[in-house]
């Protein structure tokens, strides 16, 4: 394969340093109230990795089930209790904590040269929350599930069902707080905690993308809340705030329900841009193109994100005007998405490109993310909405964008700083055969639901009409190819962690200040806070400090 | 609903692992004193976004349930007593002036004021939520109370009912009377979310006395007692809202 | 392998024959939505291939063997002032393309055929004017506009036919409408495509089109005796409205004669049009539609009637000034024998006497 | 320090603590005797403009924003914001659906 830039040092002498954070204290207490952000990133991890196999078992068993025409393999009611446990753990479990909780956590302290988030008490109490969440969760599923969709459609989720959905409720409730106590303690970090001549036209494009996910998820994730207590108390006390024989409206229920879960797309997605800003700089050696570009427009999407939820809900009753408003926003947001995705295919203009792991999941999101945001654009026109709303193509589309782009971002992230955090290489050729492979089985699960969903097969059936069946067959080959492609990730890494290569301070050579210090890094991350002296992705600088090195060592 | 400002303990003083030297109550990853007053006040103030975000479901509610079902706010508002409407509004905006008092004496180490005024406060907030237990404990007597066999006997026929009768009001038809069971519903969640909120603060205000009578706020380090500030003028915000929206629908004959 | 195991050749000659990729076009707004939707998969596909051509060749002309040196190039506001403006111009023309399709699948035509939908926990009852009931079925003409009036009886449904790309909500508590013109003759799809329950993927069934005589002679052949209005007529009369909305000048109750589509003034002061969703809300929550000049005693009926009933009501409401209806009343209260119209000592008025 | 703090710790002298809190007592007076006035659709917004001046005051001198640093006026603007967005937008909705046919 092409050459790489990794740059290890020479495995017969290079050591894991002695102290570094995982070494400095030892025991399980330690681990369990520490309020060292990188120890909690760590804790975050290990559940998240949890949850997402969980979810990833049940999709299995969705696909599974969708091979035949007919519900043979479980009866409807547990296939609608497990579709809606897959949709409840990947969203509110996996997908709104995962980059932003596990790698924002543990770097972006690093990137603005602190040493520690500011609130790190509240960052561990967010953990907790997090736990006490997912606790309730597998409690959800183990006493009989909740087969209400992971929208909880009032009045089916307040009259019309017995399954556990206050159980769900609290359990989508608390982990609302932990986003809640991420998105604070990111914005107030970003704001008060950065090292001196660090400005905000020098911070990562990783430390923007968080910084409007966070504003997302402060101002967001309260509506969700008070939706659930609202739901909550109109099933067990009958308020008839949503039940119309009480003259209550459903679709206020909708309204304040939309209100949080289409921001918390963008919460999803944010930072998996963030990461891919770092990637696609990184590995073709060139500072991001149009940095103010991808800055502004992560910003963009935070402020217009609050603007056009009601496009979840164009054929429901609401009235013309307010969807026009609403289309019109939609096609709004769509824009600064292309403008990054543009912004990063022109990164490579000139650059000097390598083709490790992460760099290829990076490839794999930008067309993936192209796809899922254009039919998200399908989705906005009202008119196409109505032929194409709640059928497989709304299933399609939200995976292209939340599988094949936040995932993807995901796995490429935890490539790229896997050396970081460990101070391990994980096995490259092995890792990039995992990205092709997912890559692959991606597209053979999903582009067949965009035909089913023309077609217009219904999201959320067990039995279908036989004609659907060849899409799905293939949809569900695709979903085993899929399935391998991300255990593939769980075993090699873990392997490294005791036979990896020893990674050194900046295996990529990267810019960002945390490739500057030791991996895995000191509990302090700095022996003394860094000046930053240079702009965000600045290549030369970079040369100059080696070349210092090599003459200070030399 | 875990949402007490647990950022305030936050910011309490631990011995950092201090290698140069700074105040006992600086923690260990902050560069300067100032810099810790200033993160813990904008953490405040985020957190505050999130209760107004929260608080903005309820209002959106309330707002299209006053427009669908007017004649029912009207009447259903008829039954709350303006007088300890008012004389809560006053208790609560006299607390948050004990209160800013109380800042005050932190911010120039007055330590006497300080615990005068968070003693002020406390007892100004228990009386706003003794008031508030005379009218829940009116309405659960009237059986106003939305789901506990709710009864429409004051407004099908309001001559029956004191309250009612004082303001003329003309009997509602009966879906319309069905529709008071939003309003008090709405009342019942915004006015018990609001006191919920004064029963975490009163309980830090507490915790607070207890702490400024050993000294702890007069000696420099006031941030504590400033975001708790910020908590508290907060929730008399909510409650002037509250108040205006909820009494004063119409008072007029 | 000599040779296919019958069990699998069974299954790959059902794929290959049965294998569709894309749905009919059985209706009027079908082309049309096809046409936007073909537009949008060719920008998309464009958009695609525009990026991973660039991806490709700069990942090829670029790499770190052909070229070592990365140039470090800052930005350039020209080239980020052309890939915001031409994604807006396509995002707005696509914008302005789909509200037009939108206003018209939702804005139904004067002289369509109205069928009144309802949906239940996991099926849909269609009825039609004339009278004919039908479970998970919808037979409808060719050529002729056809308004669904649709309501759910409890949760959320969803009334969906991919083959004329039209769907609409049906939500308890409020009618929601949508219309279509069915072009060629057939049998297609219906769906509940909203998450309903257990037996949500159940919810389905069958639209038949029909040309226009097929379609009477079906009429003629599946009707249930009744009309709607006269089911309606009979509810009116066992329900006592008669006891107010009578012709007597001194009815308690306004005349109901010709108020479907009228001018209305009410008690507030503002003025409304009557049209269905105002004569349901008028017969379950009356107090708020109580026409001026008259007494707000009207009794709540939610509770008491199924959504049946209401679209009953509504519809002997509605055909309360033809001709057809005051002919069509007037010999139904002569069948009704004496007796059975009455309700607990009150004497039904006959109600055939409309004011002219 | 990355920011300058501007945050100079401006000490709010009681006095103007005390003119506050009589305008928000004169406040609660006003909207109470506005209210057992009869102007019709003028109710709810004279009620609402004395809510808001009483609130804007708290938010101004109590709370301090009026002498805190951008970054706060900032926060405290965008917070009002957002929710303008949820209760506007909403009701927006609400308000229109009358005009087209369902």
Same mark, same amino acid.
């Given at each position: 394969?092409?050459?790489?830039?990794?740059?290890?040092?020479?495995?017969?002498?290079?050591?894991?340093?002695?102290?570094?954070?995982?070494?400095? @204290?030892?025991?399980?207490?330690?681990?369990?109230?520490?309020?060292?952000?990188?120890?909690?990133?760590?804790?975050?991890?290990?559940?998240?990795?949890?949850?997402?196999?969980?979810?990833?078992?049940?999709?299995?068993?969705?696909?599974?089930?969708?091979?035949?025409?007919?519900?043979?393999?479980?009866?409807?009611?547990?296939?609608?209790?497990?579709?809606?446990?897959?949709?409840?753990?990947?969203?509110?479990?996996?997908?709104?904590?995962?980059?932003?909780?596990?790698?924002?956590?543990?770097?972006?302290?690093?990137?603005?040269?602190?040493?520690?988030?500011?609130?790190?008490?509240?960052?561990?109490?967010?953990?907790?929350?997090?736990?006490?969440?997912?606790?309730?969760?597998?409690?959800?599923?183990?006493?009989?599930?909740?087969?209400?969709?992971?929208?909880?459609?009032?009045?089916?989720?307040?009259?019309?069902?017995?399954?556990?959905?206050?159980?769900?409720?609290?359990?989508?409730?608390?982990?609302?707080?932990?986003?809640?106590?991420?998105?604070?303690?990111?914005?107030?970090?970003?704001?008060?905690?950065?090292?001196?001549?660090?400005?905000?036209?020098?911070?990562?494009?990783?430390?923007?993308?968080?910084?409007?996910?966070?504003?997302?998820?402060?101002?967001?994730?309260?509506?969700?809340?008070?939706?659930?207590?609202?739901?909550?108390?109109?099933?067990?006390?009958?308020?008839?705030?949503?039940?119309?024989?009480?003259?209550?409206?459903?679709?206020?229920?909708?309204?304040?329900?939309?209100?949080?879960?289409?921001? +918390?797309?963008?919460?999803?997605?944010?930072?998996?841009?963030?990461?891919?800003?770092?990637?696609?700089?990184?590995?073709?050696?060139?500072?991001?193109?149009?940095?103010?570009?991808? +800055?502004?427009?992560?910003?963009?999407?935070?402020?217009?994100?609050?603007?056009?939820?009601?496009?979840?809900?164009?054929?429901?009753?609401?009235?013309?005007?307010?969807?026009?408003?609403?289309?019109?926003?939609?096609?709004?947001?769509?824009?600064?998405?292309?403008?990054?995705?543009?912004?990063?295919?022109?990164?490579?203009?000139?650059?000097?490109?390598?083709? @490790?792991?992460?760099?290829?999941?990076?490839?794999?999101?930008?067309?993936?993310?192209?796809?899922?945001?254009?039919?998200?654009?399908?989705?906005?026109?009202?008119?196409?909405?109505?032929?194409?709303?709640?059928?497989?193509?709304?299933?399609?589309?939200?995976?292209?964008?939340?599988?094949?782009?936040?995932?993807?971002?995901?796995?490429?992230?935890?490539?790229?700083?896997?050396?970081?955090?460990?101070?391990?290489?994980?096995? @490259?050729?092995?890792?990039?055969? +995992?990205?092709?492979?997912?890559?692959?089985?991606?597209?053979?699960?999903?582009?067949?639901?965009?035909?089913?969903?023309?077609?217009?097969?219904p999201r959320r059936y067990a039995a279908y009409p036989p004609e659907f069946q060849v899409l799905n067959v293939f949809s569900t080959a695709g979903a085993t190819i899929l399935g391998v492609g991300y255990l593939l990730p769980v075993l090699y890494l873990t392997w490294s962690l005791k036979y990896g290569e020893i990674a050194?301070?900046?295996?990529?050579?990267?810019?960002?200040?945390?490739?500057?210090?030791?991996?895995?890094?000191?509990?302090?991350?700095?022996?003394?806070?860094?000046?930053?002296?240079?702009?965000?992705?600045?290549?030369?600088?970079?040369?100059?400090?080696? +070349?210092?090195?090599?003459?200070?060592?030399? | 609903?875990?949402?007490?400002?647990?950022?305030?303990?936050?910011?309490?003083?631990?011995?950092?692992?201090?290698?140069?030297?700074?105040? /006992?109550?600086?923690?260990?990853?902050?560069?300067?004193?100032?810099?810790? /007053?200033?993160?813990?006040?904008?953490?405040?103030?985020?957190?505050?976004?999130?209760?107004?975000?929260?608080?903005?479901?309820?209002?959106?509610?309330?707002?299209?349930?006053?427009?669908?079902?007017?004649?029912?706010?009207?009447?259903?508002?008829?039954?709350?007593?303006?007088?300890?409407?008012?004389?809560?509004?006053?208790?609560?905006?006299?607390?948050?002036?004990?209160?800013?008092?109380?800042?005050?004496? /932190?911010?120039?180490?007055?330590?006497?004021?300080?615990?005068?005024?968070?003693?002020?406060?406390?007892?100004?907030?228990?009386?706003?939520?003794?008031?508030?237990?005379?009218?829940?404990?009116?309405?659960?007597?009237?059986?106003?109370?939305?789901?506990?066999?709710?009864?429409?006997?004051?407004?099908?026929?309001?001559?029956?009912?004191?309250? =009612?009768?004082?303001?003329?009001?003309?009997?509602?038809?009966?879906?319309?009377?069905?529709?008071?069971?939003?309003?008090?519903?709405?009342?019942?969640?915004?006015?018990?979310?609001? =006191?919920?909120?004064?029963?975490?603060?009163?309980?830090?205000?507490?915790?607070?006395?207890?702490? /400024?009578?050993?000294?702890?706020?007069?000696?420099?380090?006031?941030?504590?007692?400033?975001?708790?500030?910020?908590?508290?003028?907060?929730?008399?915000?909510?409650?002037?809202?509250?108040?205006?929206?909820?009494?004063?629908?119409?008072?007029?004959? | 392998?000599?040779?296919?195991?019958?069990?699998?050749?069974?299954?790959?000659?059902?794929?290959?024959?049965?294998?569709?990729?894309?749905?009919?076009?059985?209706?009027?707004?079908?082309?049309?939505?096809?046409?936007?939707?073909?537009?949008?998969?060719?920008?998309?596909?464009?958009?695609?291939?525009?990026?991973?051509?660039?991806?490709?060749?700069?990942?090829?002309?670029?790499?770190?063997?052909?070229?070592?040196?990365?140039?470090?190039?800052?930005?350039?506001?020209?080239?980020?002032?052309?890939?915001?403006?031409?994604?807006?111009?396509?995002?707005?023309?696509?914008?302005?393309?789909?509200?037009?399709?939108?206003?018209?699948?939702?804005?139904?035509?004067?002289?369509?055929?109205?069928?009144?939908?309802?949906?239940?926990?996991?099926?849909?009852?269609?009825?039609?004017? $004339?009278?004919?009931?039908?479970?998970?079925?919808?037979?409808?003409?060719? $050529?002729?506009?056809?308004?669904?009036?649709?309501?759910?009886?409890?949760?959320?449904?969803?009334?969906?036919?991919?083959?004329?790309?039209?769907?609409?909500?049906?939500?308890? $508590?409020?009618?929601?409408?949508?219309?279509?013109?069915?072009?060629?003759? $057939?049998?297609?799809?219906?769906?509940?495509?909203?998450?309903?329950?257990?037996?949500?993927?159940?919810?389905?069934?069958?639209?038949?089109?029909?040309?226009?005589?097929?379609?009477?002679?079906?009429?003629?052949?599946?009707?249930?005796?009744?009309?709607?209005?006269?089911?309606?007529?009979?509810?009116?009369?066992?329900?006592?409205?008669?006891?107010?909305?009578?012709?007597?000048?001194?009815?308690?109750?306004?005349?109901?004669?010709?108020?479907?589509?009228?001018?209305?003034?009410?008690?507030?002061?503002?003025?409304?049009?009557?049209?269905?969703?105002?004569?349901?809300?008028?017969?379950?929550?009356?107090?708020?539609?109580?026409?001026?000049?008259?007494?707000?005693?009207?009794?709540?009926?939610?509770?008491?009637?199924?959504?049946?009933?209401?679209?009953?009501?509504?519809?002997?409401?509605?055909?309360?000034?033809?001709?057809?209806?005051?002919?069509?009343?007037?010999?139904?209260?002569?069948?009704?024998?004496?007796?059975?119209?009455?309700?607990?000592?009150?004497?039904?008025?006959?109600?055939?006497?409309?004011?002219? | 320090?990355?920011?300058?703090?501007?945050?100079?710790?401006?000490?709010?002298?009681?006095?103007?603590?005390?003119?506050?809190?009589?305008?928000?007592?004169?406040?609660?007076?006003?909207?109470?005797?506005?209210?057992?006035?009869?102007?019709?659709?003028?109710?709810?917004?004279?009620?609402?403009?004395?809510?808001?001046?009483?609130?804007?005051?708290?938010?101004?001198?109590?709370?301090?924003?009026?002498?805190?640093?951008?970054?706060?006026?900032?926060?405290?603007?965008?917070?009002?914001?957002?929710?303008?967005?949820?209760?506007?937008?909403?009701?927006?909705?609400?308000?229109?659906?009358?005009?087209?046919?369902?």
């Amino acid at each position: 394969m092409s050459a790489t830039i990794l740059s290890l040092p020479d495995q017969s002498t290079a050591r894991i340093p002695k102290t570094n954070f995982i070494t400095k @204290e030892n025991g399980l207490l330690s681990w369990l109230l520490t309020s060292d952000h990188k120890r909690i990133a760590i804790l975050y991890l290990i559940s998240i990795t949890f949850f997402f196999f969980i979810g990833g078992a049940l999709a299995g068993l969705i696909r599974l089930e969708l091979l035949t025409p007919q519900s043979d393999l479980m009866a409807t009611d547990t296939y609608n209790k497990v579709f809606t446990m897959h949709g409840v753990i990947m969203i509110f479990l996996f997908l709104v904590p995962s980059v932003p909780a596990t790698l924002g956590n543990f770097f972006i302290p690093m990137m603005i040269g602190a040493k520690d988030l500011a609130l790190p008490k509240i960052n561990l109490l967010s953990w907790y929350l997090y736990v006490v969440g997912g606790i309730l969760v597998v409690y959800t599923m183990v006493s009989g599930g909740v087969d209400t969709g992971w929208t909880f459609t009032t009045p089916l989720s307040t009259h019309y069902v017995n399954t556990n959905v206050m159980s769900t409720g609290m359990a989508v409730f608390i982990a609302g707080f932990s986003s809640i106590f991420t998105g604070l303690n990111f914005i107030v970090t970003l704001h008060k905690m950065r090292c001196p001549g660090m400005t905000w036209f020098r911070l990562p494009l990783f430390c923007w993308a968080h910084y409007a996910a966070s504003i997302l998820m402060v101002l967001g994730t309260p509506v969700l809340a008070i939706a659930i207590v609202l739901l909550a108390l109109e099933r067990t006390v009958g308020i008839g705030v949503f039940d119309p024989t009480k003259g209550g409206d459903p679709l206020l229920f909708q309204h304040l329900f939309w209100f949080y879960s289409h921001p +918390a797309v963008y919460i999803m997605i944010l930072p998996g841009m963030g990461v891919i800003s770092e990637t696609v700089s990184t590995f073709s050696r060139k500072r991001v193109f149009g940095y103010t570009a991808v +800055a502004f427009s992560s910003v963009a999407i935070a402020v217009f994100g609050f603007f056009v939820w009601a496009h979840h809900m164009f054929i429901m009753g609401i009235s013309n005007y307010a969807v026009l408003v609403f289309s019109l926003l939609t096609m709004l947001v769509a824009v600064p998405s292309a403008i990054k995705i543009f912004n990063w295919t022109f990164t490579l203009y000139k650059g000097s490109i390598t083709f @490790e792991t992460p760099m290829l999941y990076s490839f794999g999101f930008m067309g993936l993310f192209t796809i899922g945001g254009m039919t998200g654009v399908f989705l906005g026109a009202s008119g196409t909405d109505i032929h194409l709303t709640e059928t497989y193509f709304i299933v399609a589309h939200f995976h292209f964008v939340m599988v094949g782009g936040m995932l993807m971002a995901f796995l490429a992230g935890i490539h790229f700083w896997w050396p970081k955090m460990t101070g391990r290489m994980y096995p @490259e050729k092995l890792s990039q055969l +995992a990205a092709v492979v997912t890559f692959i089985g991606f597209n053979l699960t999903f582009f067949p639901q965009f035909i089913l969903g023309t077609l217009g097969m219904p999201r959320r059936y067990a039995a279908y009409p036989p004609e659907f069946q060849v899409l799905n067959v293939f949809s569900t080959a695709g979903a085993t190819i899929l399935g391998v492609g991300y255990l593939l990730p769980v075993l090699y890494l873990t392997w490294s962690l005791k036979y990896g290569e020893i990674a050194g301070d900046n295996p990529w050579q990267a810019t960002g200040l945390e490739w500057q210090t030791q991996s895995p890094p000191l509990t302090e991350n700095f022996v003394v806070t860094p000046i930053m002296d240079h702009e965000a992705y600045d290549y030369e600088w970079l040369e100059k400090q080696q +070349a210092k090195e090599v003459a200070s060592v030399g | 609903m875990s949402d007490s400002p647990a950022i305030a303990h936050g910011a309490l003083a631990e011995a950092g692992d201090s290698h140069e030297e700074h105040p /006992a109550y600086q923690r260990h990853h902050f560069n300067s004193v100032e810099q810790q /007053a200033d993160t813990t006040n904008f953490a405040m103030w985020l957190f505050l976004l999130t209760e107004v975000m929260f608080f903005g479901g309820l209002f959106t509610a309330y707002h299209i349930y006053r427009n669908w079902y007017y004649p029912a706010f009207v009447a259903g508002s008829h039954q709350l007593d303006v007088f300890w409407g008012t004389l809560n509004t006053v208790t609560l905006i006299a607390s948050s002036f004990t209160m800013a008092m109380g800042v005050w004496c /932190a911010e120039t180490r007055r330590k006497n004021g300080l615990v005068v005024s968070l003693v002020l406060t406390f007892l100004l907030g228990t009386v706003f939520l003794g008031i508030k237990s005379i009218e829940y404990h009116e309405k659960w007597e009237k059986h106003h109370v939305p789901g506990f066999h709710y009864s429409l006997q004051s407004f099908i026929n309001p001559a029956s009912d004191p309250a =009612a009768a004082a303001y003329g009001d003309k009997p509602l038809a009966l879906d319309m009377a069905r529709h008071t069971e939003l309003y008090f519903f709405l009342y019942f969640a915004m006015t018990g979310m609001h =006191a919920l909120h004064m029963i975490i603060g009163i309980g830090i205000l507490g915790f607070m006395i207890f702490r /400024a009578r050993a000294g702890a706020y007069t000696s420099g380090h006031v941030t504590f007692v400033e975001n708790f500030g910020l908590y508290w003028h907060f929730v008399d915000i909510i409650w002037i809202y509250l108040f205006a929206l909820l009494y004063l629908i119409s008072r007029h004959q | 392998m000599n040779e296919i195991s019958p069990v699998l050749w069974q299954f790959l000659v059902k794929w290959m024959t049965n294998f569709a990729l894309f749905p009919p076009e059985a209706s009027k707004i079908a082309p049309q939505m096809d046409a936007l939707y073909f537009f949008m998969v060719l920008v998309s596909l464009i958009g695609l291939t525009i990026v991973i051509l660039l991806v490709v060749s700069f990942s090829i002309l670029y790499s770190k063997e052909r070229h070592p040196h990365a140039v470090q190039i800052e930005g350039s506001t020209l080239l980020e002032a052309t890939w915001t403006i031409i994604p807006l111009g396509l995002f707005l023309i696509m914008f302005v393309w789909g509200a037009l399709i939108y206003f018209r699948v939702y804005t139904p035509p004067a002289n369509a055929m109205n069928i009144y939908v309802v949906g239940k926990q996991w099926m849909w009852k269609a009825e039609h004017p $004339g009278g004919q009931h039908e479970i998970n079925s919808l037979h409808v003409p060719t $050529g002729q506009p056809v308004q669904l009036t649709l309501i759910s009886q409890d949760v959320f449904h969803s009334f969906s036919i991919p083959a004329f790309r039209v769907k609409r909500e049906a939500i308890p $508590g409020r009618y929601t409408t949508v219309w279509f013109e069915a072009t060629t003759p $057939g049998t297609y799809h219906l769906f509940c495509t909203q998450y309903c329950g257990t037996n949500h993927s159940a919810m389905i069934g069958d639209v038949v089109v029909l040309t226009p005589d097929d379609f009477k002679k079906w009429l003629a052949g599946s009707t249930s005796g009744n009309s709607l209005a006269q089911d309606g007529e009979r509810l009116f009369a066992s329900l006592s409205c008669t006891a107010c909305h009578n012709t007597r000048p001194d009815a308690r109750g306004p005349s109901l004669a010709n108020v479907y589509g009228s001018k209305l003034t009410l008690s507030t002061g503002e003025s409304i049009t009557a049209d269905d969703a105002y004569l349901r809300e008028s017969i379950l929550s009356p107090s708020q539609h109580i026409t001026q000049g008259y007494a707000p005693i009207m009794p709540t009926y939610q509770g008491q009637i199924s959504e049946e009933g209401v679209i009953a009501l509504v519809e002997y409401i509605k055909h309360l000034d033809s001709d057809y209806r005051i002919q069509q009343t007037t010999t139904t209260t002569d069948l009704l024998p004496e007796s059975e119209g009455t309700v607990a000592g009150q004497q039904p008025k006959p109600q055939g006497k409309v004011n002219p | 320090m990355s920011e300058q703090t501007e945050h100079t710790h401006h000490i709010v002298s009681p006095k103007i603590y005390v003119v506050i809190l009589l305008c928000l007592l004169a406040g609660t007076a006003a909207t109470v005797w506005a209210s057992f006035l009869e102007l019709g659709i003028w109710n709810p917004i004279v009620a609402l403009a004395i809510a808001t001046g009483k609130a804007m005051l708290v938010v101004l001198f109590f709370m301090g924003v009026k002498y805190s640093s951008k970054l706060t006026k900032l926060t405290a603007i965008s917070g009002i914001f957002v929710f303008m967005a949820l209760i506007g937008m909403t009701l927006a909705d609400y308000m229109t659906r009358a005009w087209g046919r369902w």
